[in-house]
């Protein structure tokens, strides 16, 4: 008798920052497979604001959070990645590639890197949508309120406080990107 296969998933992405969405998708796998990895990669197409050191830091204090609140999930690790995501996949053995579908634009674009990644690679991917509430976070908005000034603590419903505080570092800092143009906002 063959030995059963373990099911492990690769949640994929920037994670630029990590969102309460992210989170979700995340929670809601746990269930479906039997160890999950959240694999923080760079996408060349968008500068990234965090460094992988910093998002593989606030993914694993997340992630450690959630699992200890749900033990009944699968075990997840954090790792960072570089290069193309099948081919990190494929490394660590994983069964499937995890995404989350927030609305009908990422079906569109996923469905089609759904079936380059199982054409080219022979990975399949599975589609988890995340709560309601979630539908319309993304990074690239975190990332565009926090640059043009606006209310990090109006950001609380869709990141995690932690992020919040990385964000409000960055923009104190006028020697980071983030807090030049803060800064440059103050001056008009």
């Not at 008798?1 to 929670?27: C, E, K, N, Q, W």
């Not at 690790?77 to 995501?85: D, K, N, R, S």
């Not at 990074?139 to 990385?166: M, N, R, T, Y």
Request: aromatic share 6%; hydrophobic share 45%.
């Amino acid at each position: 008798m063959a030995a059963a296969r373990i099911h492990l998933a690769l949640y994929a992405g920037s994670f630029d920052p990590i969102t309460l969405g992210h989170l979700d998708v995340l929670r809601r796998a746990r269930g479906l497979f039997d160890r999950l990895i959240l694999g923080i990669g760079d996408n060349p197409e968008k500068p990234a604001l965090f460094s992988f050191q910093e998002r593989v830091q606030m993914a694993t204090t997340l992630v450690a959070e959630m699992t200890t609140e749900e033990p009944d999930g699968c075990p997840v690790q954090v790792e960072h990645y570089t290069g193309l995501t099948v081919d990190f996949a494929r490394s660590v053995n994983a069964t499937a590639i995890l995404r989350g579908i927030r609305n009908m634009t990422d079906l569109a674009n996923e469905c089609q890197l759904a079936i380059t990644n199982r054409k080219v690679a022979g990975i399949e991917t599975v589609f988890v949508v995340p709560s309601e509430s979630f539908a319309y976070t993304s990074s690239s908005l975190i990332k565009q309120i926090a640059a043009l000034g606006g209310s990090l603590d109006g950001l609380e419903g869709i990141v995690p406080a932690i992020v919040i505080e990385h964000l409000r570092i960055k923009r104190n800092d006028p020697s980071n990107p983030l807090g030049r143009l803060a800064q440059d906002q103050l001056v008009e």
